[in-house]
């Protein structure tokens, strides 16, 4: 994957997108996918993310791959491709790693923050070792889309996989406009990892440390809130198998 990552051609991404959609059920124009480090999806979730971050923040691929090429195998994808178009419109990428290896962690302890390791995970209520929250690392929807809730239905798929897999807190470093979006979505409650400020972060003029806790045992309206606004964004999508299972689950709550 190392030598595609983040520059799929484009014949290889519309025959990955064909093969998805063909063996995917659903009448739904959307169709929501997931995918491990390994799976071919996972090529299509980072091509989103070069096209996107390339024209928001000047992200070259090679930038890119210096950035996250380390983190690839603790990636999980999510993925939106459109029936119509026969395109990947969208893209979520968590990592999955032990508290102190969350990039989000990583970044804080070097510029322009430079917060100790353990400075930050004792802001997180986390220790060394513990892999109770994930990083949402990445998150680009193509430009056509974001009025049409795509992002909204990304961040709801990935409450949906956290809770279902016991992952109770994210970890990010948000550009402003999606800090705001996100705050709107959860009614502010996103927290600025031990009083980080906002500062310039590849190529964002202005993103800030966060963190977002999720626990269906004491975030209880949270969790309600997230699940109306997701069953809203979910009204034109179809989603896979697993992600189906943990959707019904959610909107139990």
């Known amino acids: 994957m190392l030598a595609e990552a983040f520059a799929l051609d484009a014949g290889e991404a519309q025959r990955l997108v064909d093969e998805l959609l063909e063996g995917s059920e659903g009448t739904r124009r959307f169709s929501l996918h997931l995918a491990g480090a390994d799976d071919a999806a996972a090529l299509l979730s980072l091509q989103v993310v ?42 979520l990428i968590l990592q999955a790693a032990s508290a102190e290896e969350l990039k989000t962690v990583v970044d804080l302890a070097g510029e322009p923050w430079s917060m100790p390791t353990d400075d930050a995970l004792a802001a997180l209520g986390l220790a060394r070792g513990e892999r109770s929250a994930v990083d949402q690392l990445l998150l680009a929807v193509h430009p056509a889309y974001r009025k049409v809730g795509m992002a909204q239905l990304l961040m709801y798929a990935g409450w949906v996989l956290s809770v279902q897999r016991g992952i109770h807190q994210w970890t990010a470093i948000l550009d402003e406009p999606l800090l705001r979006g996100m705050n709107q979505l959860t ?12 500062a310039p972060y590849l190529g964002s003029a202005a993103s800030t440390p966060v963190s ?6 004491t975030d209880v309206e949270l969790m309600r809130r997230i699940g109306a606004a997701g069953a809203a ?7 896979c198998g697993e992600l189906e299972a943990g959707h019904q689950a959610f909107q139990a709550i």
């Not at 009614?187 to 906002?198: D, E, K, R």
Request: proline share 7%; hydrophobic share 50%; glycine share 8%.
């Open 50 to 91: 070069a096209d996107v971050f390339q024209e928001a923040f000047g992200n070259t691929p090679a930038l890119l791959r210096e950035e996250y090429a380390p983190l690839l195998p603790s990636m999980t994808h999510l993925v939106v491709l459109d029936r119509v178009t026969r395109t990947a419109i969208g893209s």
């Open 233 to 239: 964004a979910a009204e034109h999508a179809d989603f």
């Open 187 to 198: 009614h502010g409650a996103l927290v600025p990892i031990g009083g980080a400020a906002t």
């Open 212 to 217: 977002i806790r999720m626990d269906p045992a």
